[in-house]
């Protein structure tokens, strides 16, 4: 397949085009700086330039590809001041909004996997199971997330397939959410985060992608898909077995919900509360996991 990918540079994006080419697919990725694709070293891509926030030149290059995927859009841990929100939000709606009127010619992709997040179900301190059929919260995220697949699910209206995939805590090699938590957690120094009771819906990269490759090869899946492993854990239960995989412990009381909040403002309570979302639509349509749990799922990412 020729797939054309947005946020093809980013942590999950560049995990992607690797396996999409050793899997022997065509990647294009569309990046604000094509530069910073070659410095990573991918020679057989093909780079775009362009700035997804605005319709441009880049949007005719869609054409002759068989499905776009959608994974564009800037940090969300930052301290959340009005501008940062702003782009927050701009790189994800605008982003989607330009990719899908690029959907519209003969010739362009009738498949879209488009990004979103399990924050928009919001952020949740009960142990409410979450799927598909959820309706969404109302914190700031949850808001973005409903605005963003809105904007993706546009493309139905021009005959394209949409699957949303809302994303996880995605656990990989060299960045994300695990990178972050290593160096306390090697030090002895990692605990859980505020109550702890707070669900963290984790997926291993690795199983992302093959859910990508499924939702591509599977013609008859469109709509929601909670992108994440079949057993959640609360943050404390994760703690625990990170600090088993590397073989210390937790000896540190948990962090307290006050400390996080100084520190990170309104983002501190994207990680003092959680979503304890099961990727139902996924089991039932009989996708397997390779890491159904976070003990597998750590031993591999940490060898
Ligand atoms: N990682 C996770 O655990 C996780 C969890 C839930 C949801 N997600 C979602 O999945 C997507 C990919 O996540 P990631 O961790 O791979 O993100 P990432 O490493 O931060 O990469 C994001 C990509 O978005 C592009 N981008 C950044 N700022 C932008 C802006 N202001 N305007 C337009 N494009 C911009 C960048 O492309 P260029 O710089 O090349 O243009 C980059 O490749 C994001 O939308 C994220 O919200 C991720």
Redesign the pocket.
């Known amino acids: 397949m020729k797939l054309f990918l ?8 560049s995990y992607f085009t690797r396996r999409f080419l050793e899997e022997g697919h065509e990647v294009t990725v569309l ?3 094509a530069r ?2 070659g410095e990573k070293g991918e020679t057989k891509v093909s780079w775009v330039e362009g ?3 605005e319709p441009g030149h880049w949007q005719e290059s869609l054409s002759g590809h068989d499905a776009a995927i959608n ?6 841990f930052t301290p959340w001041t009005s501008k940062a929100r702003k ?1 927050i939000e ?3 709606i605008l ?1 989607t909004r330009h990719l899908v009127e690029a959907l519209k010619g003969d010739s362009s992709p009738a498949t879209l996997l488009s ?1 979103s ?3 928009y179900y919001g952020g949740r301190l009960d142990d409410t199971v979450l799927t598909e059929d959820t309706p969404p919260g109302d914190d700031f995220l949850a808001q973005l997330g409903v605005k963003w697949e809105k904007e993706a699910l546009r493309a139905e209206d021009w005959g394209v397939r949409v699957a949303i995939c809302r ?4 656990l990989g090699r060299d ?3 695990l990178s972050k938590m290593l160096p306390a957690f090697r030090k002895y120094m990692g605990s859980h985060l505020g109550s702890g009771k707070q669900w963290f819906p984790w997926i291993h990269m690795e199983d992302l992608f093959r859910i990508f490759l499924f939702l591509l090869e599977n013609p008859h899946l469109k709509g929601p898909f909670n992108c994440t492993a079949p057993n959640p854990l609360t943050n404390r239960d994760f703690a625990g077995v990170l600090a088993r995989a590397l073989g210390t412990s937790v000896l540190m009381p948990g962090v307290p919900a006050v400390m996080i909040r100084m520190a990170l403002g309104d983002f501190g309570e994207v990680i003092l509360k959680g979503q304890r979302a099961l990727p139902q639509r996924l089991l039932e349509e009989g996708f397997v996991f390779q890491f159904p749990h976070a003990e597998e799922a750590l031993a591999d990412l940490l060898k």
């Open positions: 947005t946020g093809g540079t980013g942590f999950v994006g990046t604000r700086s910073k694709g700035d997804p926030t994974l564009a859009g800037s940090t969300i782009v701009d790189s994800r982003t990004g997040a399990v924050g994303l996880g805590i995605v960045g994300g959410a």
